[in-house]
């Protein structure tokens, strides 16, 4: 693998601007690669080291000792100061300029010390983040354990917050031995003890004059572990009469210890990338004077590299040491001093890639297109759907099988096709025995197929052995249960996510209550349609297509009472006119009539015109006038920008199919429900689509602000640091 392609490969992607233009500063060297003067100075490299072959050691200590005095004459790189004073800039003088090429290598030293700037300023400015960030960690581990002292001995005397210096010393004694290596640079490796010894002084002084009862006197709980039952306890009482006293359960403190536990596992996932941004760019540096030095023989590599080393992206030793210290204090307070158990923890390895997924993936796309094509042969051959019993079919049995910590696509997609494979196979089987005569003393027990094949998914669902990604369907339970509870729960991005795809299966809600009905009844056993006679049915009919629309409403709703961003209260509305115009589409299924036809296309027009806008608008990002890309956004991920238009039109046409149904179109030879299961199939397509540039939106305005890890919040806060935040 070429450094090229290795340097993309570990670049971070939201800080992809941030890394040193490697290809840009390549271009330069191609540039004067193709000069007269490159071609003389090869032509006298070649000279050189056949003299340097035939002439031995001698001539090789005056050519060494000739490249050192030229190395002198070639640049100088003088060391500069903003106004401000807090950032040093680095400004190369070419002593060569007026040579033939020397522009082009006047040009790559410009470049260079843009770019050493850029990196520079960029690595210094995360290095003082993440200082601040380790502070307020610092606090919270103070805290946390002043908070277990409480939970497991509430009529015992707090005991010593900050350990005692000895054993601090001993601690980063043991962790000095791990994280330091043979090729750690003596100078910094002194710089690194200094800053140990200061560490241990501060924490001395800390370890006398804090008293740890003061600690929990200015602490309380993050509102971000709240449940539905704290929710509602807040809104109707004082949150100031619980201010005074901290009261934790040991269950509360187990959720605390998690969340801090994660916060601690990001923080040193992010320090390890700034160790690598460092790397990295370094060696590009290196990589770039190496060839410059290489085609022009002229020996500025050392010069160069000298001032980068000295540069606060190589000398700097403040990520080192951080990592060290947020490795002692996880494995101190986390791993009861487990050394290999804390550190397996923090560094989370890469999940490694199965051949047998990719290729039972395949087999199961391949099956379900088979099974598909022999599905659609198998009705059209004897026209079963011009047949009454056809008729009944469709619309009672072929909608029941509309199918509906972190999986791959590989794992998605072999998940989604052998779901598709097992639920057209079950399709196909029933289907078989109802037009083969010979099988019809089996039809009451066949059509108990779907039931069965809901119910299996089901269990699979909630299952609680450790098979099938188990962390995943229980990650998937808790943000289903926490959209069901949207309006007590803190929305966030999985919640809003997951609602956001539940309201493209609203056919498939509805085809719930059909569940209930056709097998709760015994619909299934007397083969009769007599379910939307039914009062109760109808009524329920209106409630269940509503749900999910009704899921993201009470979720922007939510966000609105705690962001008081105006545009969550815009969105509502989005979703409150959806659930409008499904009232009168559904009312207009059911009871028919010209008035209820009008209002069900009027306020469905209406929620096609707000929900496209705030698509392609607000969750997209695009149609900006004043953009450096005409009608898009300024930052775009694809290279073709005509994609973007073209997905906009799609999302407008597919959005306008959704209105199809009111007009009550008839595509012979297909009845309605091949109509709807067409129209949920075009919605999914759009859904989908609508999923890639939400979430490219969502990724480049992270980018905007260089947030590249999760932002977890900290589970505790501090009286002080309201009142700062107040003033």
């Known amino acids: 693998m070429t450094f090229t392609k ?14 040193m233009d490697y290809e840009g500063l390549k271009r330069i060297l191609k540039e004067m690669k193709s000069s007269k003067q490159s071609k003389h100075n090869r032509s006298l490299q070649h000279r050189l ?3 340097r072959a035939f002439s031995g050691i001698h001539l090789q200590g005056s050519n060494h000792q000739r490249e050192g005095n030229i190395e002198e004459e070639v640049i100088e790189v003088k060391t500069l100061e903003e106004e401000e004073g807090s950032k040093e800039l680095y400004k190369t003088d070419f002593h060569k300029l007026h040579e033939e090429g020397g522009e082009a290598e006047a040009r790559l030293f410009q470049k260079l010390d843009e770019e050493l700037n850029k990196v520079n300023a960029f690595y210094k400015d995360q290095v003082e983040a993440a200082n601040h960030e380790s502070n307020l960690l610092s606090k919270q581990v103070e805290a946390l354990v002043a908070l277990r002292v409480k939970v497991k001995s509430p009529d015992a ?10 054993e601090a010393a001993d601690q980063n004694h043991q962790q000095k031995d791990s994280m330091t290596g043979p090729e750690v640079d003596p100078v910094r490796q002194t710089n690194r003890n200094i800053h140990h010894h200061e560490e241990q002084v501060e924490a001395h002084n800390n370890y006398k004059r804090r008293d740890p009862l003061e600690i929990l006197e200015h602490v309380k709980v993050d509102d971000s572990l709240q449940s539905p039952k704290s929710t509602i306890k807040k809104a109707f009482t004082d949150s100031s009469d619980n201010d005074n006293e901290l009261s934790i359960s040991k269950e509360e403190l187990k ?3 998690k969340q801090l536990r994660l916060v601690f596992v990001e923080f040193y996932q992010k320090l390890l990338h700034l160790k690598d941004y460092s790397f990295m760019n370094l060696s590009a540096f290196s990589k770039i004077m190496k060839t410059y030095e290489k085609r022009t023989s002229r020996a500025a590599s050392t010069a160069y590299m ?19 210290k947020v490795e002692s204090t996880f494995i101190r307070n986390f791993t009861h001093s487990n050394h290999k158990k804390g550190r397996k923890l923090l560094r989370q390895k890469a999940k490694t890639e199965k051949q047998s997924i990719t290729f039972f993936t395949g087999f199961f796309c391949g099956c379900f297109l088979a099974l598909l094509v022999a599905t659609i042969l198998r009705i059209t051959s004897q026209q079963f759907i ?25 794992q998605i997609f072999l998940l989604t096709s052998g779901l598709a494979v097992v639920a057209l196979l079950c399709f196909l089987i029933n289907l078989q025995i109802e037009m083969n005569s010979r099988s019809q003393q089996y039809k009451t027990l066949t059509e108990l197929v779907p039931l069965i094949l809901v119910v299996l998914v089901l269990l699979i669902t909630f299952c609680p052995l450790n098979i099938l990604y188990r962390s995943s369907r229980f990650f998937f339970i808790r943000c289903l249960f926490r959209c069901i509870c949207a309006p007590f729960f803190t ?34 056993s007397r083969r009769q349609k007599k379910c939307h006679t039914r009062g109760i049915y109808n009524i329920q009919y209106f409630i269940v297509g509503i749900i999910p629309y009704w899921f993201r409403l009470a979720q922007c709703m939510r966000q609105f009472y705690e962001e008081g961003d105006i545009n969550r209260a815009f969105n509502s509305l989005n979703y409150l006119s959806t659930i409008t115009a499904m009232v009168f589409r559904t009312a207009f299924e059911l009871k028919k009539g010209n008035s209820w036809k009008v209002l069900a296309l009027v306020f469905s027009a209406l929620a096609v015109l707000q929900n496209t806008y705030w698509d392609i608008v607000k969750d997209w990002g695009l149609l900006q006038r004043l953009s450096n890309n005409p009608y898009l956004r300024d930052k775009l991920i694809l290279p073709h920008r005509s994609i973007y238009f073209i997905a906009m039109v799609v999302d407008i046409a597919l959005r306008i199919s959704w209105m199809q149904l009111v007009f009550e179109m008839d595509w012979s030879p297909l009845r309605k429900v091949a109509i709807i299961t067409v129209t949920s199939c075009l919605e999914i397509i759009r859904r989908g689509i609508w999923n890639f540039f939400r979430l490219e939106n969502e990724h480049l305005n992270n980018v905007g602000n260089y947030r590249a890890f999760k932002s977890v919040p900290h589970p505790f806060s501090y009286y002080d640091e309201e009142k700062d935040k107040d003033e």
Not at 9 to 14: F, S, Y
């Open 6 to 19: 290795d340097f993309k490969q570990q670049m971070v992607p939201e800080w992809e601007k941030e890394y």
């Open 386 to 410: 011009k047949k009454k019993k056809g008729t009944f079919y469709m619309e009672n049995i072929f909608p029941l099988y509309r199918a509906g910590t972190e999986l791959d696509y590989r």
């Open 157 to 166: 005397e707090l005991k010593q917050i900050v350990s005692s210096p000895k």
């Open 49 to 51: 080291k056949l003299e």
């Open 306 to 324: 000298t001032v980068v080393d000295n540069s606060y992206l190589g000398s700097s030793d403040e990520v080192n040491f951080l990592l060290e």
């Open 491 to 524: 929305v966030r991005l999985a919640d809003f996510f997951l609602a956001d795809q539940l309201t493209s299966q609203f056919q498939a809600f509805k085809s719930v209550e059909l569940y209930i009905c056709y097998y709760g009844l015994g619909e299934h």
């Open 255 to 257: 959720k605390i210890e």
